[in-house]
């Protein structure tokens, strides 16, 4: 894969459909890849979502798959150039942005969870994994996301006041659902809403004590 021609994005916009379903001879070649490519995740956060999927399908890989990886090789090869800028001259604030992909799995239809948190102009924890359950709601999928960054938002609050950093401003979180961003300020259950499990309205609980911003 040395001499392969780069791309600028791993993976294709919309996955509709797999290509082939044959299963790998030696699934120990493409296990070896995506665990490799677990390491580069820690410097490379671009890649987590992809990551996230082809790791999956560790125990029976398909040829698919492998294209998939082979791709991800092809992107790290385009952007090999790009790295996390860290820098000291930033604020301490805490923020956060965060996303899901609803439904995106095309086998079990479960959602994906993304986020990053930053400390100022530095990322620090950035994440990609599936949700537990099937969401029927997109807002269910969304806000779900929500609970979860505003749980590691919350966790590196304490973090920060142990080790004598305090959080002066209430942390933001960034989020591009409106529906979600309105349930965090007025919890008013209605039929969208009503089937969303009563722990996850700790965010309002949050925006309420003024710890956070949404």
Same mark, same amino acid.
């Given at each position: 894969?040395?001499?392969?021609?780069?791309?600028?994005?791993?993976?294709?916009?919309?996955?509709?459909?797999?290509?082939?379903? +044959?299963?790998?001879?030696?699934?120990?070649?493409?296990?070896?890849?995506?665990?490799?490519?677990?390491?580069?995740?820690?410097?490379?956060?671009?890649?987590?979502?992809?990551?996230?999927?082809? &790791?999956?399908?560790?125990?029976?890989? *398909?040829?698919?798959?492998?294209?998939?990886?082979?791709?991800?090789?092809?992107?790290?090869?385009?952007?090999?150039?790009?790295?996390?800028?860290? *820098?000291?001259?930033?604020?301490?604030?805490?923020?956060?942005? &965060?996303?899901?992909?609803?439904?995106?799995?095309?086998?079990?239809?479960?959602?994906?969870?993304?986020? +990053?948190?930053?400390?100022?102009?530095?990322?620090?924890?950035?994440?990609?994994?599936?949700?537990?359950? +099937?969401?029927? &709601? &997109?807002?269910?999928?969304?806000?779900?996301?929500?609970?979860?960054?505003?749980?590691?938002?919350?966790?590196?609050?304490?973090?920060?006041?142990?080790?004598?950093?305090?959080?002066?401003?209430?942390?933001?979180?960034?989020?591009?659902?409106?529906?979600?961003?309105?349930?965090?300020?007025?919890?008013?259950?209605?039929?969208?809403?009503?089937?969303?499990?009563?722990?996850?309205?700790?965010?309002?609980?949050?925006?309420?004590?003024?710890?956070?911003?949404?």
């Amino acid at each position: 894969m040395v001499d392969c021609k780069p791309m600028s994005m791993p993976l294709e916009a919309k996955i509709m459909s797999l290509d082939s379903d +044959v299963l790998l001879d030696d699934p120990s070649f493409y296990q070896g890849i995506v665990g490799t490519l677990q390491y580069l995740t820690l410097t490379q956060p671009s890649i987590s979502y992809i990551f996230n999927f082809v &790791s999956q399908f560790m125990h029976a890989p *398909t040829l698919s798959h492998l294209k998939m990886v082979r791709r991800i090789l092809q992107y790290i090869k385009g952007t090999i150039h790009l790295g996390l800028d860290l *820098t000291s001259h930033t604020t301490l604030d805490l923020c956060a942005f &965060s996303d899901s992909d609803w439904a995106g799995c095309s086998t079990t239809r479960q959602s994906t969870t993304g986020y +990053v948190t930053f400390l100022g102009h530095n990322p620090i924890l950035w994440c990609a994994k599936k949700q537990n359950t +099937v969401s029927p &709601s &997109s807002l269910e999928a969304k806000y779900r996301v929500m609970a979860h960054t505003t749980v590691e938002i919350t966790w590196l609050t304490f973090i920060l006041k142990d080790l004598g950093v305090p959080q002066t401003h209430p942390s933001m979180l960034f989020y591009d659902n409106i529906s979600a961003l309105l349930m965090t300020i007025n919890p008013v259950f209605h039929a969208r809403s009503k089937h969303i499990e009563l722990d996850y309205h700790f965010v309002p609980e949050k925006v309420a004590l003024d710890l956070l911003d949404t």
